[in-house]
T-cell receptor
Framework: EAGVTQFPSHSVIEKGQTVTLRCDPISGHDNLYWYRRVMGKEIKFLLHFVKESKQDESGMPNNRFLAERTGGTYSTLKVQPAELEDSGVYFC?????????????FGPGTRLLVL | AQSVAQPEDQVNVAEGNPLTVKCTYSVSGNPYLFWYVQYPNRGLQFLLKYITGDNLVKGSYGFEAEFNKSQTSFHLKKPSALVSDSALYFCAVRDRGDYKLSFGAGTTVTVRA
C-alpha cells in the first residue's frame, strides 16, 4: 500500500512569488491534515479536511494560505504571495477515520525556502 | 489547550546502551499520546501510541513507551540502541474528542558505534 506522498520535495522561491504544494493521501483515507514545522520548532497543525470539506482551518496563519481538496482526493496548499517567515517543512497526513484508534500517517514533507 | 515538551534537544548514546527520549504533556482531559520518528530525508513515521489500558506500550523497531499519568510523561525507551536508530523523534498528544496533534519540538538522537 502506498503511503502519503507530497510534491515537490523541495521548493526555493523568492519573496512575493507563489508556490503550490501537493499532497496525495493514502487511498481510502477521508481525513487529510496539513501541518508545518518552522525553523526547527514544533510541528503545528494548519487544517483538516474530511473528504472535500474543510473541517478546521484554525491553524492557517493568514489569508495568504489557501488549501483545497478537489473531489476529496489529493489536496493542494497554495501560498500567495510567499513571505520569508513561510519557510519551513510542510507535512501532510491522512487517516481513515476519526476516533479513538485513529492514527495519522505522514508524508515526507515539502521543504520550502523563501528568499 | 494541549502541549508537549521534549526537554532534550539532543540525546547521544553508544550502540548497545539503553536509549530514553523524554516527553511530558499537558491536556485538559485524557490524552492520546504518540511517538513519531523522522529519519534523514524521510517523512514522519509512526512508532507507537497510547490510547488506554496497559501503561507500557510496545511499538515498531523494538521501541516502547511508558505512560505515567501522575507525572504526565510518556518517555520513549529502547533497551539496546542501534546506530540505525539515529534520527529525529517527536512526541505528540491529542486530547480525546479532538483530532489535532500537538507536537514537541523534537529530540535528535545520535547513536555512536
Amino acid at each position: 500500500e502506498a503511503g502519503v506522498t507530497q510534491f515537490p520535495s523541495h521548493s526555493v522561491i523568492e519573496k512575493g512569488q507563489t508556490v503550490t504544494l501537493r499532497c496525495d493521501p493514502i487511498s481510502g483515507h477521508d481525513n487529510l491534515y496539513w501541518y508545518r514545522r518552522v525553523m526547527g520548532k514544533e510541528i503545528k497543525f494548519l487544517l483538516h479536511f474530511v473528504k472535500e470539506s474543510k473541517q478546521d482551518e484554525s491553524g492557517m496563519p493568514n489569508n495568504r494560505f489557501l488549501a483545497e481538496r478537489t473531489g476529496g482526493t489529493y489536496s493542494t496548499l497554495k501560498v500567495q504571495p510567499a513571505e520569508l517567515e513561510d519557510s519551513g517543512v510542510y507535512f501532510c497526513a491522512s487517516s481513515q477515520e476519526i476516533g479513538s484508534l485513529e492514527t495519522q500517517y505522514f508524508g515526507p514533507g515539502t521543504r520550502l525556502l523563501v528568499l | 489547550a494541549q502541549s508537549v515538551a521534549q526537554p532534550e534537544d539532543q540525546v547521544n548514546v553508544a550502540e548497545g546502551n539503553p536509549l530514553t527520549v523524554k516527553c511530558t504533556y499537558s491536556v485538559s482531559g485524557n490524552p492520546y499520546l504518540f511517538w513519531y520518528v523522522q529519519y534523514p530525508n524521510r517523512g514522519l513515521q509512526f512508532l507507537l501510541k497510547y490510547i488506554t489500558g496497559d501503561n507500557l506500550v510496545k511499538g515498531s523497531y523494538g521501541f516502547e513507551a511508558e505512560f505515567n499519568k501522575s507525572q504526565t510523561s510518556f518517555h520513549l525507551k529502547k533497551p539496546s540502541a542501534l546506530v540505525s536508530d539515529s534520527a529525529l523523534y517527536f512526541c505528540a498528544v491529542r486530547d480525546r474528542g479532538d483530532y489535532k496533534l500537538s507536537f514537541g519540538a523534537g529530540t535528535t538522537v545520535t547513536v555512536r558505534a
